[in-house]
């Protein structure tokens, strides 16, 4: 009898320590770093680029995207000096042309940039290799979208897998939004497994990483990071101080989310909503969600993303600075 207590109550314990561990709840995030002097600003030279931009790092090339262009799109840049070296991705209707350009995804095996169009529904593949020596390249169509779901943001492993945010449109203003697993060459596009109960609307950014095996998911309007395996098991979730249970959507919250090396950075505002409120915070975790530090840059950031090899941030800034770059080393 007593040896059955014993296993019931290790039984019971173990259940609570997994439940413990999977649930962080952070009280507090107040080890905040002031990298304002540390942000360095780069210049873009004679390439004019609009306010609306995304970037994006390759193994060799910074690329900007630039959303109010109507002219080239995608500005390419070296990404250890930012010296200039093409632009692509003209704007229009025509076969070749970008009409709305939505997120860019790079297979770095084959060397291969994607675009997407939601106008035309396409995604268009470029060469990177080729784009560089030929001005006239003209791109080649990777597959079609489907109007009923198809992914907004996407980060490619294989032509059988990318991690993708999917949008489901449930009316011409409206819209549901969620993780899956999407085969390129199929089309086919499964949910992850887990969704957090107590959010009803989603609204999220996201990254993920093949080489850690997670993805890291990130609520734009609650104080909610989740991570996850790739193959949608949940591993924790992780509450900050403004955590509203689920319920509220008043908060302007995560921004841009990265993971370099062994590290999670992301984008945080933290600010009651609205549309001139961006993130001036770069919140920093282990792989584990555990938090390590908040670096206060003093700019708000529109977006930014991660250089692995040279270990920095880039940052593009709604601010006097446009672009600049924080050194990771010696600060975390």
Excluded at 3 to 10: A, E, H
Excluded at 199 to 224: M, N, P, W
Aim: proline residues 2%.
């Amino acid at each position: 009898m007593r040896n059955i207590l014993c296993v019931t109550l290790i039984a019971l314990l173990g259940g609570c320590t997994s439940t413990s561990v999977t649930e962080k709840y952070q009280d507090k995030r107040n080890d905040i770093i002031n990298v304002k002097d540390k942000v360095i600003e780069f210049e873009t030279g004679n390439v004019l680029i609009g306010s609306v931009s995304r970037l994006y790092m390759s193994n060799k090339c910074l690329l900007i995207a630039d959303h109010k262009s109507v002219d080239k799109q995608i500005h390419i840049f070296n990404k250890n000096d930012f010296s200039y070296l093409t632009s692509i991705g003209n704007f229009g209707e025509g076969p070749e042309e970008i009409t709305v350009m939505g997120c860019l995804a790079i297979d770095e095996a084959h060397h291969q940039l994607y675009v997407s169009d939601h106008a035309k529904q396409k995604i268009f593949s470029y060469d990177m290799d080729s784009v560089m020596v030929d001005s006239l390249y003209k791109p080649q169509v990777k597959t079609m979208m489907n109007e009923t779901l198809f992914p907004s943001e996407y980060q490619y492993i294989n032509d059988t897998l990318s991690i993708a945010v999917l949008i489901k449109p449930t009316s011409t203003s409206t819209f549901n939004q969620f993780l899956g697993r999407w085969n390129m060459n199929t089309g086919e596009m499964i949910p992850m497994k887990y969704t957090h109960p107590d959010i009803q609307k989603k609204r999220i950014t996201f990254a993920a990483s093949e080489k850690a095996g997670i993805y890291v998911e990130c609520y734009t309007r609650h104080d909610l990071m989740t991570i996850c395996s790739l193959d949608g098991e949940l591993l924790y979730n992780i509450y900050g101080p403004d955590w509203d249970g689920g319920n509220g959507n008043k908060l302007q919250s995560f921004g841009t989310v990265m993971i370099g090396n062994d590290k999670i950075f992301v984008s945080y505002c933290g600010e009651d909503y609205a549309r001139d409120s961006f993130p001036t915070k770069i919140l920093v975790f282990d792989l584990e969600g555990n938090y390590l530090k908040t670096l206060e840059t003093g700019y708000k950031i529109s977006d930014c993303c991660y250089d692995s090899f040279n270990n920095r941030i880039i940052l593009s800034l709604n601010d006097v600075v446009q672009f600049a770059y924080l050194d990771i080393d010696g600060i975390i």
